[in-house]
């Protein structure tokens, strides 16, 4: 790694020493091209930003400053003394002129990156965050004098690009110094610069624009919740949800999950009652109120994966969201057994049963919740086409349950326009409930039984309707299914009537078209057909051809044999016979 760093800096350095390094001093030129965030991510990339080490970085900004002040003959004084310089709009006549300042903030800038963020246990912590921003103001510093010598010097597009630079150094600043106002304002101000920039650059440089304007709104988002308080939770809980998918900064995403942290607290600490149907029910447990906070950001934690069509993870939110529910639940049981256990006076009684009265009237609110949220999740899982039938059937059983509760919980509140869209959707579920069991009957050829369950599923698609009209609110979506559902009934009963009619008359689906012909036309040559589409499937000949039993031919041909006749051998036989015996006594020569 050090060969190749130091292959590296000999190569830059000798780049920048056949540069144009006039001996005298030339006219100032004022069509300068500097493209700022390009040129500096280049830079980043290439020496240390990738694996996000400052120091490596910084040490190259610093080599790279005494190259070009060697190069463009832009010393402070002599090895002897230090004669600081000003570099001025006369003096620059090359592009390098304008990267002295440039890798002065990127120096600065890369310093306090470095120092922002010290080792746990450091007994100089405090000290190095103090130098961290005294190196973002020097940062500022030079960003601001570069700006001005682009704006004499540069083309437009290249100033463009050092202002966006160098509001975004000052906002840093103002943002690191709580200066919320001011933050918000050259940040605002930088956004802008930078999305006019995003639509002039090419292709591969968009991403760059991309990632420094998320960045950018990240901050400002961030300053006006800690100008506003409380009032921007939504905001910060996005900046969270980013910053766990990791499009933040680190110490931008520390910030946001303690402002987090501490938001819950007082919102916790302030949330003391409820309004449910017009009634204000006070919370005064803290563990209950804990426990509805939690309930919440839940709650906002799903409807942001629905609202984006992310469905990773929503069944363990769902789990935890009516995890949050049940502790709720019990934490109420027990102010109910513990107000009803009080005895006393007339009047301590009567208080005892207001108490008893609230929480119960709490504790249906939170059923609410937690049934509501169950219908929900179930509508999502029927929407997916891998359910079985049976399965179907399970769900909206489920469904049927828990609005019959719900509707046993409005009725308590007397609140007739929650039980009149109670109604409604019973009806619903009914009727689609209904289509399921028909579709089951029609894949075993149940006709009679399909039918009836397809005209009990319009009935209830009718009521359903009837009392969606008097309903108040958003019930497109309900309406919607409902006329789904009637077309696709008023099809499957075309066509089981169809059936049921050519089952009557004995007429048969396999009656209607001409039977294809399965043997070779060969073989059927007396066999006629009208239908043309036949002709297209009609069977020439077999291929392959089948087999045929043939005699095996033999591998010799000896007909010969049965012709021939051979000499007889009765003479020798009876010879040898008396040979033997002979041997028997007398013995073999």
Same mark, same amino acid.
């Given at each position: 790694?050090?060969?190749?760093?130091?292959?590296?800096?000999?190569?830059?350095?000798?780049?920048?020493?056949?540069?144009?390094?006039?001996?005298?001093?030339?006219?100032?030129?004022?069509?300068?091209?500097?493209?700022?965030?390009?040129?500096?991510?280049?830079?980043?990339?290439?020496?240390?930003?990738?694996?996000?080490?400052?120091?490596?970085?910084?040490q190259y900004c610093a080599r790279r400053l005494s190259r070009i002040h060697t190069a463009v003959h832009f010393k402070h004084g002599s090895s002897r003394k230090y004669n600081p310089k000003v570099l001025t709009a006369e003096m620059v006549t090359t592009e390098l002129h304008l990267h002295i300042p440039l890798l002065q903030v990127e120096r600065a800038?890369?310093?306090?990156?470095?120092?922002?963020?010290?080792?746990?246990?450091?007994?100089?912590?405090?000290?190095?965050?103090?130098?961290?921003?005294?190196?973002?103001?020097?940062?500022?510093?030079?960003?601001?004098?570069?700006?001005?010598?682009?704006?004499?010097?540069?083309?437009?597009?290249?100033?463009?690009?050092?202002?966006?630079?160098?509001?975004?150094?000052?906002?840093?600043?103002?943002?690191?110094?709580?200066?919320?106002?001011?933050?918000?304002?050259?940040?605002?101000?930088?956004?802008?610069?930078?999305?006019?920039?995003?639509?002039?650059?090419?292709?591969?440089?968009?991403?760059?624009?991309?990632?420094?304007?998320?960045e950018i709104e990240a901050n400002m988002r961030f300053s006006a919740f800690s100008k506003s308080g409380s009032a921007g939770m939504d905001d910060l809980l996005k900046m969270q949800h980013a910053a766990r998918a990791g499009t933040l900064a680190d110490e931008l995403a520390s910030k946001i999950d303690l402002a987090v942290a501490q938001t819950r607290?007082?919102?916790?600490?302030?949330?003391?009652?409820?309004?449910?149907?017009?009634?204000?029910?006070?919370?005064?447990?803290?563990?209950?109120?804990?426990?509805?906070?939690?309930?919440?950001?839940?709650?906002?934690?799903?409807?942001?994966?629905?609202?984006?069509?992310?469905?990773?993870?929503?069944?363990?939110?769902?789990?935890?969201?009516?995890?949050?529910?049940?502790?709720?639940?019990?934490?109420?049981?027990?102010?109910?057994? %513990?107000?009803?256990?009080?005895?006393?006076? +007339? =009047?301590?009684?009567?208080? !005892?049963?207001?108490?008893? /009265? &609230?929480?119960?009237?709490?504790?249906?609110?939170?059923?609410?919740?937690?049934?509501?949220?169950?219908?929900?999740?179930?509508?999502?899982?029927?929407?997916?086409?891998?359910?079985?039938?049976?399965?179907?059937?399970?769900?909206?059983?489920?469904?049927?349950?828990?609005?019959?509760?719900?509707?046993?919980?409005?009725?308590?509140?007397?609140?007739?326009?929650?039980?009149?869209?109670?109604?409604?959707?019973?009806?619903?579920?009914?009727?689609?409930?209904?289509?399921?069991? %028909?579709?089951?009957?029609?894949?075993?050829? +149940? =006709?009679?039984?399909?039918? !009836?369950?397809?005209?009990? /599923? &319009?009935?209830?698609?009718?009521?359903?309707?009837?009392?969606?009209?008097?309903?108040?609110?958003?019930?497109?979506?309900?309406?919607?299914?409902?006329?789904?559902?009637?077309?696709?009934?008023?099809?499957?009963?075309?066509?089981?009537?169809?059936?049921?009619?050519?089952?009557?008359?004995?007429?048969?689906?396999?009656?209607?078209?001409?039977?294809?012909?399965?043997?070779?036309?060969?073989?059927?040559?007396?066999?006629?057909?009208?239908?043309?589409?036949?002709?297209?499937?009609?069977?020439?000949?077999?291929?392959?051809?089948?087999?045929?039993?043939?005699?095996?031919?033999?591998?010799?041909?000896?007909?010969?044999?049965?012709?021939?006749?051979?000499?007889?051998?009765?003479?020798?036989?009876?010879?040898?016979?008396?040979?033997?015996?002979?041997?028997?006594?007398?013995?073999?020569?």
């Amino acid at each position: 790694m050090a060969e190749e760093e130091a292959t590296q800096l000999s190569e830059e350095a000798t780049a920048v020493a056949m540069e144009e390094a006039p001996q005298e001093p030339a006219e100032p030129r004022s069509k300068f091209s500097l493209y700022v965030l390009p040129f500096v991510t280049d830079l980043q990339q290439r020496n240390g930003l990738r694996h996000e080490d400052y120091q490596r970085y910084r040490q190259y900004c610093a080599r790279r400053l005494s190259r070009i002040h060697t190069a463009v003959h832009f010393k402070h004084g002599s090895s002897r003394k230090y004669n600081p310089k000003v570099l001025t709009a006369e003096m620059v006549t090359t592009e390098l002129h304008l990267h002295i300042p440039l890798l002065q903030v990127e120096r600065a800038w890369s310093y306090y990156m470095l120092l922002k963020h010290p080792f746990d246990g450091d007994i100089h912590a405090n000290r190095k965050i103090i130098h961290a921003r005294a190196r973002l103001r020097k940062a500022a510093k030079f960003a601001a004098e570069l700006q001005a010598l682009a704006a004499a010097t540069c083309d437009p597009r290249s100033i463009l690009e050092t202002t966006a630079y160098a509001d975004w150094i000052s906002g840093t600043v103002a943002f690191e110094s709580h200066d919320w106002d001011q933050a918000i304002t050259l940040l605002r101000r930088a956004k802008f610069i930078y999305e006019k920039l995003l639509s002039l650059s090419s292709v591969e440089h968009r991403v760059l624009y991309t990632a420094r304007i998320d960045e950018i709104e990240a901050n400002m988002r961030f300053s006006a919740f800690s100008k506003s308080g409380s009032a921007g939770m939504d905001d910060l809980l996005k900046m969270q949800h980013a910053a766990r998918a990791g499009t933040l900064a680190d110490e931008l995403a520390s910030k946001i999950d303690l402002a987090v942290a501490q938001t819950r607290e007082q919102q916790s600490s302030a949330q003391a009652e409820i309004v449910w149907h017009g009634e204000t029910l006070p919370v005064r447990n803290e563990k209950l109120r804990q426990h509805l906070q939690r309930a919440r950001t839940k709650e906002f934690d799903i409807d942001q994966k629905l609202q984006s069509g992310d469905e990773k993870d929503l069944g363990g939110l769902y789990d935890e969201l009516f995890m949050a529910y049940g502790d709720s639940g019990r934490v109420i049981s027990d102010d109910i057994h %513990a107000a009803a256990a009080e005895k006393g006076s +007339k =009047i301590v009684s009567q208080k !005892a049963e207001m108490s008893v /009265a &609230v929480l119960r009237r709490l504790q249906n609110y939170f059923s609410f919740l937690k049934l509501s949220r169950m219908v929900q999740r179930t509508q999502r899982l029927l929407a997916s086409q891998s359910l079985k039938p049976a399965e179907r059937i399970h769900m909206y059983d489920s469904l049927l349950q828990c609005i019959a509760e719900i509707a046993d919980l409005d009725e308590e509140q007397a609140d007739p326009l929650s039980c009149r869209l109670a109604a409604a959707r019973t009806a619903m579920f009914k009727g689609q409930r209904c289509y399921c069991i %028909a579709e089951s009957h029609r894949a075993q050829d +149940k =006709i009679a039984e399909a039918l !009836a369950l397809y005209d009990r /599923a &319009v009935a209830h698609a009718v009521l359903a309707r009837s009392h969606f009209a008097d309903c108040e609110g958003d019930v497109a979506d309900s309406v919607r299914q409902i006329d789904e559902l009637l077309l696709r009934v008023r099809g499957n009963k075309c066509m089981l009537k169809a059936t049921k009619f050519l089952q009557t008359e004995g007429v048969s689906d396999a009656g209607l078209t001409p039977p294809v012909p399965t043997k070779p036309l060969p073989d059927q040559p007396n066999t006629y057909t009208e239908d043309p589409a036949l002709l297209r499937q009609c069977k020439l000949t077999d291929f392959p051809p089948d087999f045929q039993v043939v005699s095996c031919k033999p591998l010799f041909f000896d007909l010969a044999n049965n012709y021939v006749a051979f000499p007889s051998l009765q003479d020798r036989v009876a010879k040898s016979a008396m040979a033997r015996l002979k041997g028997l006594f007398w013995g073999s020569k």
